[in-house]
């Protein structure tokens, strides 16, 4: 699906991307293969006419227009994650959070931090607030 010209499943790729900093690693996460994370990256950087990732070793060092990029994705992704959600009668999400929410919350550190966590199910409840309409231009 395209937006303004951008495949948003790019959208995607990039924030595994930042989250990997391995293209290997981030392509496994969102289950791609490696050549066709590749070819997301070549993408990105056409579409956003930026490198957006340089190679230090075989960590993936992102430029400060990828770096600009990160959190605005990030918070769409996890916006629209947590708006596709069903709710129980009680007004609970029925499904967990994914990975992003997940580790936006703090729970994954909790999880690896406290034994008794590892196993267990959380049940959470998210009040959200946007202070501005979300605004898509025509």
């Known amino acids: 699906m395209r937006f303004k010209g951008l495949d948003l499943n790019l959208l995607v790729a990039l924030d595994a991307l930042m989250t990997e900093r391995n293209l290997t690693a981030a ?3 969102i289950n791609l ?8 990256v070549a993408r990105l950087r056409a579409y956003f006419c930026d ?3 340089t190679m230090r070793g075989r960590e993936l060092v992102p430029t400060p227009r990828a770096e600009g990029l990160a959190a605005p994705i990030r918070e769409a992704l996890v916006h629209i994650q947590l708006s596709v ?4 009668e009680d007004g609970y999400f029925k499904s967990g959070v994914g990975n992003a929410a997940y580790e936006a919350c703090g729970l994954k550190a909790a999880k690896s931090s406290f034994p008794a966590m590892r196993n267990s199910t959380v049940r959470m409840v998210l009040k959200l607030a946007y202070p501005r309409a979300l605004r898509l231009a025509a």
């Open 85 to 88: 959600i069903s709710r129980d």
């Open 33 to 40: 293969s490696q050549p066709a994370m590749s070819a997301a």
């Open 27 to 29: 392509a496994r996460s």
């Open 51 to 53: 490198e957006l990732f």
